[in-house]
């Protein structure tokens, strides 16, 4: 699933490509694209043609577009930490202003901005025009794992994801707040570092990615670990986040791409994920690769000793 760097590379994609512009028409090719809309197929494009985007957000490996009936009021203000919105309640048909168009790419999930020339891709489930005749946006899903809603009056912070913590690239996120809640909590380290609660927008591939930088086990129980270690840990956790970011993402197959389809170039810089049996560029020893939450996870033997009392 994309992590941090890969969304935001698709949401500065979307900021370049659909920012400004005002929806046309609507075309939903595959239900389960909207599954997640309160009113179906028909109330989804209803809501959103006559709509403006007027920013594209993200939250951890969530984004959306804010949207607005009336652009000339421009984008509305993102909010300080909040806490939960209300449910958001049945769509009437018809433009409104402050929506948010939410897209969740899941495992195969693309959004797309093509010029309207372009030929439909196989496995394309929404369309969406604009009133300049310019590039589409279009949602492309093989395994139809994703899919998009319209959340009303959540273009400020969607109601869905007013849970999610913000992450460490956030200029709002709070160290200090980090450090306790991870102090406070009783589990391993990696599976803290996945909890969308604690911090958002890490994966498996920067977590293994980070602790490695750290020297730090997965299963090493986050009780024992020291302040200054926390600290250490968030420090390469950006570092690792923000290198990611520069190249683009990781991109193990095509399916992870901008929103010109361009692959990420990280998985050249990758040190611990999906490097099994080769050997640390630290200290030579051959990384190993442990069996996690229905996944993987890489570490080295030597820079990474495994802890008594672990929490796997």
Known sequence: MPEL?????????LERGVVGRTIATVTVLHPRAVRRHTGGAADFAGVLVGQTVTAARRRGKYLWLALSADPDRGPAPHPEPAGLAPAAAPLPAGPRDGDALLGHLGMSGQLLVVPPSAPDQTHLRIRLTFTDGGRELRFVDQRTFGHMLVDEGGAALPAPMAHIARDPLDPLFDDTAFVAGLAARRTGLKRALLDQGLVSGIGNIYADEALWAARLHYARPTETLRGTDARRLLAEVRTVLTAALAAGGTSFDRLYVSTEGVSGLFERELTAYG??????SRCGSPIRRDSFMNRSSFSCPTCQPAPRNARY
């Open 5 to 13: 760097p890969e969304v935001e590379v698709v949401r500065r994609g």
């Open 275 to 280: 490097r099994a049996g080769l050997p640390c």
